[in-house]
């Protein structure tokens, strides 16, 4: 009968581990939003410092500066953990004395302004970045475009777009995913659902996940 009982007990420890691995396996992936282009040669860059430059609405896009702030926040925070570079947060006052870069896709971008920042801050590439849509109340809506520009070649490496519109049944789902995935807090996917900073949070994940 003993010897019965020491049989079972590896069975049972197994089975026990396969439910605790089950049980670890709950997080639900967050759908993918907006799209990005990529130079074929993308790997042939060393790129390690990314200096995130200032953050430009366009015509459509009223922001204060306290949005401007947030939304950069939020940005700065998921490129730095999202991808594999060292992200260094660029204000207007570091660029005061620099020519502006033009936030709208050229290919090519000014070289005297590209190698006086790539100079000052040490850096490889470039994340130029414009609001292009927001709407702070509900339906909220909001809508980037970013380029990463090489400070090497001046060349456009990366492009991603993305808009987001909660009115969309796709984004809604999306949105819930990561609230509840990423946020962790209570009722927080029907707070994203209103909040313009949340929303445009998860803008942020979305787009350093397309890099």
């Not at 040669?41 to 947030?70: C, K, M, N, W």
């Not at 940005?75 to 005061?96: K, M, Q, R």
């Not at 090519?108 to 109340?137: H, N």
């Amino acid at each position: 009968m003993l010897t019965h009982v020491l049989r079972l007990r590896p069975l049972a420890l197994l089975s026990l581990l396969v439910m605790a691995t089950i049980g670890c396996q709950t997080t639900i992936e967050v759908p993918t939003m907006g799209s990005a282009q990529i130079v074929s040669d993308f790997e042939s860059y060393t790129i390690r410092r990314v200096g995130f430059l200032p953050f430009r609405p366009l015509h459509s896009a009223q922001l204060g500066a306290a949005d401007v702030a947030s939304i950069e926040t939020s940005f700065h925070a998921e490129f730095s953990s999202g991808t594999s570079y060292d992200i260094v947060a660029l204000s207007a006052d570091d660029l005061s004395e620099i020519l502006p870069l033009e936030p709208f896709r050229r290919g090519t971008y000014a070289p005297e302004a590209i190698l006086a920042i790539r100079d000052r801050y040490r850096l490889d590439a470039l994340l130029v970045g414009s609001v292009t849509a927001r709407q702070v109340t509900p339906p909220l809506v909001f809508g980037a475009q970013i380029d990463l520009i090489s400070c090497e070649t001046g060349q456009t490496l990366w492009s991603a777009d993305l808009l987001l519109d909660s009115s969309i049944a796709e984004t809604r789902e999306a949105l819930g995913v990561w609230a509840e995935e990423k946020l962790g807090e209570e009722h927080a996917a029907r707070m994203a659902m209103i909040s313009p900073r949340k929303f445009a949070h998860f803008a942020a994940y979305q787009m350093a996940r397309l890099l």
